[in-house]
């Protein structure tokens, strides 16, 4: 399958742009092969070397899965689809470990011990997640559609729509709840928004940590904005050095609406170690945060929650969760 990328991410502050990719030149990260299905060779390792100069197309134990579900590790390495795979060769690694990259068949990279990854190729509600409205099962299509307009990699992506006015929309909680290692993980999600910049509105929602799946889930760790891009736990804010609320005045870091952009998350309930990265590069590094931990987390949320708006569309894609950091594509 081929890759179908959006515009290289950027930032932008009060009309300053700073562009940024995906190195990953920080701790932890993969240098992962790109696996696609139906008979396409892709690009393997943080170098991007083609396959065929000593790196191979899916790393050992990566499994290549042309359906919508997460995919899991195992054995050396399958074909779906037509799709090459194999050990990895001489300087190719397969995932952050060495050999783990797979892919959920909509070109994202999935480690081999996921607890959710999807591309949301597909219909279906991703296997593993979970969607309640006012503390109850309901219909997860009134709040999300699968996208085949845009997205960042394969055919579709996650919207969340915008608010009651859009189909029929419930409003303010809009949220999925996958499951993940309890006590600390990482989420890598691919994000836009065409509306407003990430960051431009009050406090809003679009993720976090919880110890539990209910839309109230005590003291969770938000990835929000306020006062532009933030984590935020029970309005204790943390943000990018020399952004947020500063000798009075504001400093908001956004995303620019209009493209896609890597938010990778580590979360550590035990630690207490709060860490974001932004296409790669670190930007929140929240220690002794928040202050106390009601409970360890075990859940990773994604949506949007509608805290002061105004609602708008949302859109995901590519999203993986788990103990691994995953690594933007």
Known sequence: MTFRLGPVAGVAALGVSVLGGCSLADEGDPKGSQAGSSGTTTTAGSGGAAAGSGNATAGTGGVL????????????????????????????AGGPSGGTGGSSGGGVLCPADATFCSGFEDSALPTGA???FNAAPGEWTRDFEVDTTLFHGGKSSLRVKAGSADTGASGAYQMLAVPAPTGTFWARVYIQQTELDIGESD?????????????????????????????????????PMGYGRINGATMPYKLPKGMWHCIELNFNSETRAQKLYVNGTLQIDATDYPATVAAPIK??????NKLHGPARKVWFDDVAVGPTRAGCL
Do not use: C, L, Q
Request: charged share 10%; hydrophobic share 40%.
């Open 65 to 92: 899965n042309s359906g919508g579900s997460p995919s899991v590790g195992g054995g050396a390495g399958s074909a779906a689809g037509g799709a090459a795979a194999g050990s990895a060769g001489s300087g190719a």
């Open 203 to 239: 406090h809003n929602v679009f993720g976090g940590a919880a110890s539990t799946d209910e839309p109230n889930s005590p003291g969770m760790i938000e990835f929000a904005e306020d006062v532009g891009v933030a984590f935020n736990t029970s309005d204790a804010v943390r943000w």
């Open 130 to 132: 979970v969607y309640k």
């Open 299 to 304: 859940i990773f949320k994604f949506g949007f």
